[in-house]
């Protein structure tokens, strides 16, 4: 079984950045992918970037692309998202999914029947 830890959400002006963190505990050798989601308020809950653990590849949503920078650290099992010009729309709870089964990593959809998950960080970008 796996166990994740988010940390590292915050508050931040537009513009700004922050970098948040997804540790993985337990068998962590059985994961095949992960990936960022974000909810907020009144809204369903959204893929914003995946992880291809096998081969080291990121996918990410449109609304983020060019923004945002996933990266692992193998060593501590921790998967980061570094997330730049941040906009008020980027406001949401974020969660860490990782899933041992071998989905494809950028289908979202795939994580909810599949994926391990943790309990989520905050993130608010101010105007």
């Known amino acids: 079984q796996v166990q994740l830890v988010e940390s590292g959400g915050g508050s931040v002006q537009a513009g700004g950045s922050l970098r948040i963190s997804c540790a993985a505990y337990?068998?962590?050798?059985?994961?095949?992918?992960m990936a960022w989601f974000r909810q907020a308020p009144g809204k369903e809950r959204e893929g914003v970037a995946g992880?291809?653990?096998?081969?080291?590849?990121?996918s990410y949503a449109d609304s983020v692309k060019g923004r945002f920078t996933l990266s692992k650290d193998n060593v501590k099992n921790t998967l980061y998202l570094q997330m730049n010009s941040l906009k008020p729309e980027d406001s949401a709870m974020y969660y860490c999914?990782?899933?041992?089964?071998?989905?494809?990593?950028?289908?979202?959809?795939?994580?909810?029947?599949?994926?391990?998950w943790g309990k989520g960080t905050l993130v608010t970008i101010s105007s």
């Open positions: 337990g068998y962590t050798d059985g994961i095949a992918c």
């Open positions: 992880f291809d653990d096998s081969v080291g590849s990121t």
């Open positions: 999914a990782a899933s041992s089964r071998r989905i494809m990593c950028s289908d979202y959809d795939a994580y909810y029947g599949a994926a391990y």
